[in-house]
């Protein structure tokens, strides 16, 4: 199971090729193919960027038609860097394509056809999940604070929980982030991970020589975190795209701070 980079005319996005996927429409998007123009050039889907609303409603009418969503029937999180997870359904979904996220949480799950999950990111992890059997998907934002509380593992347990889902059936897409090629940190991000995985963190943690700083992989960590909560290995597909590295595709908060766009991972039951 891979993602891969697709294309839909003039918008790059990248999505998971296995067949088993195709009842949830679903893709990371790049930061091209858009309208608006530099600094936020020109997929920005970030609605508190400085981008003109129209601007950023006319991205999500490119990104999700490319992907197959609905840009009219979107819910988004406002991020909170917790493990948080929150329910929704039609009700939540908002007026328009430009609207900022209202929805505190860095997790969303629903069970409702039509309803686009919708997350962000510029270098964190964004993590897609769906279960065919059961109908129903998640999204969840994975900076290292909400990966080191097991956010990928909580939003499977709340399908669980929630839905009824057979752990078995879960099928995770971990999309384009910082790699550990990018991300030095000091101890606090290793320990957070510590914390949560135990020893089953230290694969995912490589001291630097002179001991006071680390490269951290995330999504690796995620991925651990996906099957400790009972996940298959063999359901859970990582994008290596890393985004610190790739700046002609996409956007990197330790690049470019916060003068920039932000990225966007949807997931919709067809």
């Known amino acids: 199971m891979d993602i891969t980079l697709r294309r839909d ?12 996927w195709r009842g949830a429409a679903h893709g990371f998007s790049t930061r091209l193919g858009g309208v608006s123009p530099a ?7 970030g609605a508190g960027r400085g981008d ?4 950023v409603a006319e991205n999500f009418r490119r990104f999700c038609a490319a992907v197959g969503a609905d840009p009219d029937a979107l819910v988004k999180n406002h991020q909170v860097h917790s493990s ?8 939540d979904c908002l007026p328009d ?93 290793p320990d957070g991970l510590r914390a949560g995985l135990g020893a089953d963190a230290d694969p995912w943690i490589r001291p630097l020589p002179g001991g006071e700083k680390f490269l951290v992989d995330l999504k690796g960590a995620n991925a651990r975190f996906l099957e400790r909560a009972g996940l298959s290995p063999a359901h859970i597909a990582l994008c290596s795209a890393c985004t610190a590295c790739q700046s002609d595709l996409f956007w990197s908060h330790r690049k470019l701070g916060s003068r920039r766009g932000s990225m966007a991972s949807v997931i919709q039951l067809i």
């Open 9 to 20: 005319g003039a918008v790059p996005f990248f999505a998971c090729d296995d067949p088993a």
């Open 39 to 45: 600094p936020w050039d020109s997929l920005n889907l």
């Open 52 to 55: 003109e609303p129209a601007r």
């Open 84 to 91: 948080v997870i929150r329910r929704v359904d039609r009700s």
């Open 97 to 189: 394509p430009s609207s900022p996220g209202v929805q505190e949480a860095d997790g969303l799950i629903t069970d409702r056809p039509g309803v686009c999950l919708t997350i962000f990111s510029g270098d964190c992890i964004p993590i897609l999940l769906y279960d065919p059997v059961r109908r129903c998907v998640a999204a969840a934002h994975a900076g290292w604070r909400g990966t080191a509380a097991g956010i990928a593992a909580r939003a499977a347990e709340a399908m669980i929980r929630d839905y009824g889902c057979d752990p078995d059936h879960i099928l995770a897409a971990i999309g384009p982030g910082i790699g550990p090629c990018c991300f030095e940190t000091h101890a606090d991000v």
